[in-house]
């Protein structure tokens, strides 16, 4: 089992910025990659960005693609997603989650959620215009 623990949500204006953290504990060498996910109300969760921890690789959405950025600390087993320039549409419930995947997989499917074997509770943010 492998145990994610979020946190850095919460409220900012648009053009702002915050940073997520999300801390892994148990048994974290069963695991190699680390998605970020977001939910709006009404919409379906999406793939954000993502780390392929074995090598340091990352993946982003389009939507946030210069404005995201996502690092690791293998020594604190903690994954950091860095939100600058936030939107309104930004806006929703933040979610870590972590699997195991090929090199292959994690760079073709780290947006899909059954990819992932693990989720943290999730972390809403909030942008105001």
């Known amino acids: 089992q492998v145990q994610l623990v979020e946190s850095g949500g919460g409220s900012v204006q648009a053009g702002g910025s915050l940073r997520l953290s999300c801390a892994a504990s148990?048994?974290?060498?069963?695991?190699?990659?680390i998605g970020w996910f977001r939910q709006a109300p009404g919409k379906e969760r999406e793939g954000v960005a993502a780390?392929?921890?074995?090598?340091?690789?990352?993946y982003y959405a389009d939507s946030v693609k210069g404005r995201f950025t996502i690092s690791d600390d293998n020594a604190k087993n903690t994954v950091y997603p860095q939100m600058n320039s936030l939107k309104p549409d930004d806006q929703g419930m933040y979610y870590c989650?972590?699997?195991?995947?090929?090199?292959?997989?994690?760079?073709?499917?780290?947006?899909?959620?059954?990819?992932?074997?693990?989720w943290g509770q999730g972390n809403q943010v909030t942008v105001s215009s």
């Open positions: 989650a972590t699997g195991w995947g090929s090199p292959l997989t994690v760079s073709s499917s780290w947006f899909r959620a059954v990819e992932y074997e693990y």
């Open positions: 148990g048994r974290t060498a069963s695991t190699n990659s």
């Open positions: 780390i392929y921890t074995d090598d340091g690789s990352s």
